[in-house]
């Protein structure tokens, strides 16, 4: 096997591991952004709270998740934001 096809091999192998640790991330990401946003959801209507859907809410369920949720759930019932 010649030099130049043993190298497009190995990058070809670590481009591979690169796009599936991304996809796992990104994975991760979106279940926590629907776990934190269906919380949300949930709890606007089970108990009326009226929290809204703006971009700061939505990336903080993203990064955040269910932790997320409780946090804006909890500064909406105590009146500090949301």
Known sequence: MPL???????VAIIAAILLYK???TIKHMLINTVVGLVMLVVANVVFGLGIAY???????????????ALLIILLHYLGIAF
Request: hydrophobic share 65%; proline share 0%.
């Open 54 to 68: 703006s971009w700061i809410v939505i990336l903080t369920c993203a990064v955040a998740g269910s932790v997320g």
């Open 22 to 24: 991304i996809l796992k």
């Open 4 to 10: 130049t096809e043993l190298i497009v091999f190995l």
